[in-house]
């Protein structure tokens, strides 16, 4: 390339770098922020300024791109057989020129579906809802998408190790496209602490799996100090290029609802990264004239690992205090969030909410979730229960379309649904102050499995049973008087 398509601008501090002066842990030398990916076309990018602004390592002026002509060549790549027009992240590279083209490692990620959810609607009150499944990727998470950008990155930068600390997904996501590039992988998971189905990904696809006897924030920081020590190159959501991939989302979400803007997009925030890819996915699509507004994004996390919360809460999201996180939903226990900032930066652009949701309201979003025949691993359900939230303060109204982000696959975690099911998940604490409707609600449910005698008549009575349960009124469960 005769000129770098893009240069690394500090969040904090503003300080604009060529992308191979970023440090290994990408803190900027000047204030330890995060930095995000510019292009010329960006806005606030020195373009205006003129050549003048322009320092050496920094992109030459570029052409706006143009919203008709792409839209309509994204939807023309859908019917492509190139890997790189299948993906549903590098379908629209001309958004995301981090590497050449042909140092793409693409799995044909993206593209993912947007459902439908009328139960939860109708029991909301809501005209409409919908949830963009992000767990329908190749290694079952929002990650891929945000892997193939930055592992690409590191191919192109000629790395032969990479690495990431994780609750799960990025583990299982990095390890896949690192397989697929031919690099070694390195993994540092919180030992006991993340589901076993993503715990095998990793070990499948090949990578050095180290169990650290911490938790996840114990694991970024030992990973902070080997990118110091080797040459191992970081893919947790701190490396930049991560959130170009993660922001294409907002992009799918804004074709697939026909370029009419949602009102509310809803996210569970763990590292606070996925909510930052979305807002600048959806202020470029603005910056750029592809739509007049953007939707209201707002982050939902566990009240066991709720760092945002409390800092939006206690002083506005000026400080954030790092909590010891708890919560079953293992992708989100993360007490020390590195990108908090950008997170606070998206609530205030966009106008969304953060809100915390216990225990026992996930277990019940998961379950509501799976009865639309969709399903979500734990952590993505927060995202129904923090919009009954919402919804019952007034800031999601009736006539409003909500998207809730589903992040990851129902499959990752059995043992969280099956526990569930069984009556075994949630502690007697934790279901104190359930009211009658809602442990009605609990028990419609809940579907253990029966264990019969292999007779037909045994199975001919179940399916009686069952169907004098369904004449039951849901909400008391009592058998109905004859
Ligand atoms: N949902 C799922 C399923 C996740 O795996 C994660 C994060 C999040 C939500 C939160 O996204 O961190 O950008 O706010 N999982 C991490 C991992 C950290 O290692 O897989 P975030």
């Known amino acids: 390339m005769n000129s770098p398509s893009h240069v690394l601008r500090c969040t904090g501090c503003g300080e604009r770098i060529a992308a191979p002066d970023a440090q290994s842990n990408f803190r900027c030398r000047r204030c330890g922020d995060l930095f995000e990916v510019e292009y010329p076309w960006s806005e606030g990018a020195p373009e205006s300024e003129g050549a003048a602004a322009y320092q050496a390592g920094r ?40 590497v050449p ?88 998971i919180p030992e006991g602490k993340i589901a076993w189905g993503k715990l095998s990904q990793a070990m499948d696809y090949g990578s050095t799996t180290l169990q650290l006897r911490t938790d996840f924030d114990g694991c970024v ?66 910056h750029l004239g592809f ?30 205090e790092p909590v010891k996180a708890n919560t079953r939903a293992s992708a989100i226990q993360i007490g020390d ?4 900032k950008k997170a606070v930066r998206v609530l205030a652009a966009t106008g969304g909410w953060c809100e915390q949701v216990s225990e026992r309201e996930i277990a019940l979003a998961k379950a509501e979730i799976g009865a639309e025949g969709i399903g979500c691993e734990p952590a993505s359900a927060v995202t129904l229960a923090g919009l009954k939230k919402l919804v019952a303060k007034g800031c999601v109204g009736k006539e409003e379309t909500a998207i809730l982000l589903l992040t990851g696959h129902t499959l990752k975690d059995p043992d969280y649904t099956i526990k569930y099911h069984l009556g075994d998940l949630l502690t007697e604490a934790e279901m104190v102050g359930a009211g009658e409707a809602e442990l009605a609600r609990h028990a419609s449910l809940r579907h253990a499995p ?7 008549d045994a199975v001919l009575r179940a399916m009686d049973t069952m169907d004098t349960m369904d004449t039951m009124d849901t909400q008391t469960r009592q058998v109905p008087p004859a």
């Open 291 to 320: 739509i007049h507004r953007v939707p209201k994004i707002s982050v939902i996390q566990a009240e066991g690992a709720n760092p945002l919360y409390r800092s939006m809460r206690e002083n506005g999201g000026v400080s954030l």
């Open 221 to 286: 920081r030992v990973l902070a100090e080997i990118v110091q020590r080797a040459p191992v190159y970081l893919l947790n959501s701190v490396n930049p290029y991560r959130l170009e991939g993660q922001k294409t989302p907002a992009f799918e979400i804004l074709e697939q609802c026909e370029w009419q803007v949602p009102q509310h997009v809803i996210v569970p925030g763990g590292n606070l990264a996925n909510c930052s890819a979305l807002g600048k996915g959806f202020a470029e699509m603005r």
């Open 101 to 188: 083209e042909d140092r793409v490692i693409t799995l044909r990620e993206g593209n993912t579906p947007l459902y439908e959810m009328p139960k939860a609607a109708a029991s909301l009150g809501l005209n409409w809802l919908l949830a963009k499944h992000q767990g329908m990727n190749p290694t079952g998470s929002f990650k891929d998408t945000g892997m193939t950008a930055a592992l690409s990155v590191a191919v192109a930068s000629g790395f032969e190790w990479v690495a990431c600390a994780s609750t799960g997904n990025t583990s299982a996501a990095m390890a896949a496209y690192a397989a697929r590039a031919g690099l070694r992988s390195m993994v540092l």
């Open 337 to 340: 969030p590195a990108s908090w």
């Open 59 to 98: 992109p030459a002026p570029r052409n706006r791109p143009n919203p008709s002509a792409l839209r309509y060549l994204w939807q023309e790549r859908r019917t492509s057989t190139l890997d790189i027009d299948q993906s549903g992240v590098w379908r629209f590279r001309d958004l995301l020129p981090i």
């Open 450 to 456: 029966i264990v019969l005698d292999a007779d037909a």
